[in-house]
């Protein structure tokens, strides 16, 4: 990005005035629309500005794994296609993507919220496989938060489908639903400069000089962090980032709590 | 006789039959296929007088010899800088194009424009085989530094500039942020925050509703709500110079240094030529053709 452009970036949030209008510490504004793909088992889509993210949930039975024979199988994967920004390349997964989709896991699955053993089927031989497939459509920041939030969205909605001597009957959904116990919100706290923004765009993920992903859950607790940038938080920072994340998981607790 | 086939201001769609006989004369978006007129692209048709042509109402950015665009520098070249000017291919600026300064063979040429650096370019030359030349050497032309840069699509370009610049003009005035609209649709703004913010949103609201006529009260109503009504009422800002764009002063004359100006200074060299009165001798009175003398 032309350091020119990136220092008007910063000034703008020094002053407390994002380029779209925001204050530092406010997200865009967020819709949804769950349940939109029948072939799913589950399914988002999340709106926030610019951004825009398809989530798919897939339930498969399969082998469970030999050291966890009695515990279902959480898959997350992120897809960063050209379809979304002229800045995603075709080919294999790139690093942002793997990372994208890593963060995302790790605070799905450290939080315990998706109880992995209420998904067994037979203890050792089959269990239910939770896919879940993030596809930005079109990229304008903050993919990590915004992925999550709709994969929790997702999941939320996610049905059982049939399931006959073994083997899935797809198309048709049980009236059964996917446990979530709790929603693990990740928010990202970019630094820019010495001020900390939440929900950039990608201009200001250019701009960002330090970036820490916090994911929190309802009670207070931190469940998953993910730090990345060139830049150092310092101790202070890190509070104040804290604090961020916490009351802006509540809003977006909320909103996904009302689906 | 000729006779249109199509009314004006219709639209016509690629393939379609414009006019029949030789009287009319094709232009933009439309091409002669013996003695008819035959639409190429999508657009509004226009007719005036013997010229037909059609007004794209959307589509990726067409190079035109003088429009002035914001480009972005994707390469530096050995005596150059090629520029993504938002259109199918890239422009190339000329060492001479580029700047006033003298520039020495060897010299880095990333001092001028280095990759990632936007500028305010004219287009002056554009080849039927689509190579375009800009220059970056003009009244508001230059590189572009600070500011912001949006994208409307470039056939709202004109909506956006208005009627000799009236639409573009208002905004400088009502919120004082220094505007540079290129017409392949890339728009520098450079101001506050909260001024680019409102210019943003103006500009938003031409690409909106650009078809719509009353498109100057709309806008003067949302500068109202945003700025206050005093906000129209200011003076109009000069019009200001984006980068060097006026040869710099020639330093003044050490007669002593300086050789004295010959009559023929400053004038092509070919002219200082004396004037030829007798016919250029024939190449082969001049010249014995090799071993004609054994």
Known sequence: MNSNVKTHVANAI?????????????????????????????????????????????????????????DGVLMVNCELRPLASPHFEEGPPSIDSIETSRVIDRGIRESGSLDTKSLCIKKGELVWMVQVDIVPLNADGNLIDLGAIASLAA??????????????????????????????IPVTVHKIGNNLIVDPTEAEEQASDARITITTLDDKRVCAMQKGGDQPFSEEELKKALDLAFSKAKDLRAQIAAL | MSKLLVNE?????????????????????????????????????????KVVKTVPLSGVYQPKKNDVVIGKVIDVLISGWRVDIGGAYSAVIGLKDGTFDFVARGADLTKYFCIDDYAAVKITNVTSQNLIDISAKGQGLGKLTGGRL?????????????KSGSMVSLLKRATGCRIVVGQNGLIWINGTPEEEYVVVGAIRMIEKYAHISGLTNRVETYLKEKLGEEALNRPEVPEEQVGESE??????????????????EGRDRRERRPPRDRPPMQASEEKTPQGSEE
């Open chain 1, 14 to 70: 020094k002053k407390g005035f994002r380029l779209d209008g925001r204050k530092n510490d406010e997200f865009r504004k967020i819709s949804f629309e769950v349940g939109s793909i029948f072939t799913a088992e589950g399914s988002a889509k999340i709106i926030a500005g610019e951004s825009e993210l398809l989530v798919g949930v897939k339930l498969t039975a399969g082998t469970p794994f030999p050291d966890t024979p009695d």
């Open chain 2, 150 to 162: 949006i994208t409307v699509n470039s056939a709202k370009v004109p909506r956006v500039i208005g």
């Open chain 2, 247 to 264: 040869r710099p002063p020639m330093r003044e004359r050490r007669p002593d240094r300086d050789r004295p100006r010959s009559r023929f």
């Open chain 1, 155 to 184: 999941l939320r909605v996610t049905r059982f489908p049939k399931l006959e001597n073994g083997k899935v009957v797809f198309g048709e959904l049980t009236d059964e639903k996917l446990k979530l116990s709790e929603f693990p």
């Open chain 2, 9 to 49: 201001r219709a639209i016509v769609v690629p393939g379609e039959l414009i006019a029949e006989g030789m009287d009319f004369l094709p232009s933009t978006g439309t091409y002669r296929a013996n003695d008819h007129i035959i639409a190429n692209r999508l657009g509004l048709l226009q007719v005036s007088g």
